[in-house]
């Protein structure tokens, strides 16, 4: 017991530590939990050995890791852009994958375990990826959109990749029969369930939502991943796969937000302490002991990566510069990639000769990636030579840009959410011309459904602001929850429009500190318009004059407002 404790306090801290200096240093958390397990483990301190208890929990990290990704992963959104993910993502798994198994068949390996190495060095990663883009402004534009598609359909593959692994782990034969109907029964397990959980599932979040208490819905969530994964490990199916075909069927219900936010904490802990268990295997000492077999997976996870994606996106009708672009922003390993590597050797299903300096290399690559996405326009000009060329606008700018075309002195609202689509439908009651610009598909649509005229555009580019009439409009609303993206599109506002005013809504005063600092700006704090609205209505109820009412809330508000909108 008392080692037990020991080995746990060693572990929280050290992963405590790693979180708050992989932050600091704005590099992937997994990272630093890889580090983590390395310098504990037994090739460094030995502070930390493997065992059944971390192991299980470890898998039970997994299976939440791969249910949030189910939870994430749209059906419609699939839907909408089948064709592009379908198309590209083949082409990208295809010409990445092949090459590779080729060479390590060349190289003596097995065709089952080549395959498998060869469809982990194809897969990228989905969370640096779409974060990084996301902060960059890029989701949005043809090379973003082509990143994203591959990672999509890569999300697909790891449905025949996982049922490949358990069929291995059974001591059966891997041919391509037997991987066919494990996935055929993935499939029919997946449509059993999505039928079921019309009724049932919803039924159920439904009514533990409507009691209204939080403990009693994080237990049952918990439960769902776990009962998923043990329904699918009972059929011999990998549970991890059970629990990402549950997330996929209640991804579409209405408590996938809410989902996502209890089950979040518990999946960042427990996930991360599946990459120390990689951590743990990691053999640092292959980067001396084989270099160059190191060295050999890092050029094919990198270089050689970004070349054969160039050569499946310039395939979908890319421009050689978008198709460099993407290439390069998905030229690195991924979680995927760890995540099955991990599983094979826990499971001794290739050798450790083989798997080990691919492990690294994986890791490698990953520490490049951030430095790889950030400055991927100047590496993609040099390589298509058009560094002098302008290229056309997107699709989406040239919308936008026909919407905007007769507005003057109009408001350009940044953000589709609750706050925008309100302020949107208010504006044009009081005959007030606006745009709404929203880069989020479903939430266009859904704004559309109410009769709200959105735009699908991404505010945080320069180009679509200036598509959405920048040089003539009278203000620009800010509605993102997140300072962050809140800050870059008023930068680039006022670095376009200086005198121009930006108002933006935020929920936390404490994190947008630095907007506060830029001229013209005003923050308006959520929770003083819920605030205000409900002291108007207590004080109404509570029979004190109307006029009362509004002299004493419009002195409330001045009082705010002097003060920065800081909390009383």
């Known amino acids: 017991m008392q080692d037990l404790l020991g080995t746990t306090l060693i572990l929280l801290v050290a992963c405590s530590l790693a979180a708050a200096l992989t932050a600091r240093l704005n590099i992937p958390t997994l990272l630093g939990y890889l580090l983590v397990g390395v310098l504990l483990g037994p090739p460094a301190t030995a502070w930390i050995m493997p065992g059944p208890a971390l192991n299980f929990l ?150 533990v939502a409507r009691q209204g208490h939080e403990e009693s819905f994080v237990l049952v969530s918990l439960s769902l991943v776990v009962a998923a994964a043990a329904a699918a490990h009972a059929l011999g199916v990998s549970a991890a796969l059970g629990a990402f075909l549950a997330g996929m069927v209640l991804g579409e219900s209405d408590f996938r937000h809410h989902m996502e936010n209890h089950l979040k904490p518990f999946r960042d802990v427990l996930s991360g302490l599946f990459f120390v268990t990689i951590g743990l295997q990691l053999d640092t000492a292959q980067i001396v002991a084989a270099p160059l077999a190191v060295l050999g997976w890092l050029l094919a996870l990198v270089p050689l990566k970004m070349g054969l994606n160039f050569l499946a996106l310039r395939a979908t009708r890319l421009s050689a510069l978008d198709a460099w672009r993407a290439g390069i922003v998905l030229g690195h390993g991924g979680e995927f990639a760890l995540l099955l590597l991990g599983m094979v050797m826990q499971q001794h299903l290739i050798a450790a000769t083989m798997v ?95 009769g709200v005229p959105v735009s699908y555009g991404d505010a945080s580019r320069l180009d679509t602001l200036a598509a959405a009439g920048l040089a003539h409009a009278r203000l620009v609303v800010l509605t993102f929850a997140r300072p962050q993206t809140a800050l870059r599109i008023a930068q680039a506002v006022l670095d376009r429009r200086l005198s121009l005013s930006v108002v933006v809504a935020t929920e936390r005063v404490t994190d947008a500190q630095l907007l506060r600092n830029l001229p013209n700006v005003r923050l308006y704090p959520l929770y003083l318009a819920a605030g205000l609205g409900l002291a108007e209505q207590v004080l109404l109820m509570l029979g004190i004059n109307a006029d009362q009412v509004d002299h004493r809330i419009e002195e409330l508000r001045q009082t705010l407002s002097e003060s920065g909108g800081d909390r009383p």
């Not at 359909?153 to 391509?176: E, K, M, N, T, Y």
């Not at 950030?374 to 302008?390: E, I, P, V």
């Not at 699709?395 to 408001?411: I, P, Q």
């Open 58 to 207: 470890s898998e039970l990290g997994v299976a939440l890791l791969l249910f949030m990704v189910g939870l994430e992963f749209s059906l419609g959104h699939f839907w909408l852009t089948r064709k592009t993910v379908l198309v590209a993502g083949t082409l990208q798994l295809a010409m990445v994958a092949a090459p590779v198994a080729l060479a390590l068949l060349w190289l003596g390996l097995p065709l089952d375990s080549a395959a498998l190495l060869g469809a982990a060095a194809a897969m990228s990663s989905t969370a640096l990826v779409s974060r990084q883009l996301a902060d960059q402004g890029e989701l949005t534009t043809r090379h973003g959109r082509g990143a994203i598609a591959v990672l999509v359909f890569q999300d697909l593959a790891s449905v025949p990749l996982l049922a490949l692994l358990a069929i291995w782990a059974r001591g059966d034969a891997p041919g391509l029969g037997r991987v066919l109907g494990e996935v055929a029964g993935v499939l029919l397990l997946f449509a059993v369930s999505a039928v079921a959980s019309r009724r049932l599932l919803h039924g159920l979040l439904g009514w």
């Open 356 to 450: 080990q300096p691919m492990l690294v290399a994986l890791v490698l690559s990953m520490g490049l990636a951030p430095l790889l996405i950030r400055h991927h326009d100047r590496w993609a000009r040099a390589f298509s030579r058009s560094g002098a060329l302008g290229q056309p606008p997107q699709a989406e700018e040239g919308e936008v840009a026909e919407r905007a075309r007769s507005l003057r002195d109009h408001v350009i609202i940044c953000g589709a959410d609750d706050v925008g689509l309100l302020l949107s439908r208010t504006l044009r009651l009081a005959g007030i011309p606006h745009l709404l610009l929203e880069s989020d598909r479903q939430r266009v649509e859904a704004g559309r459904a109410m």
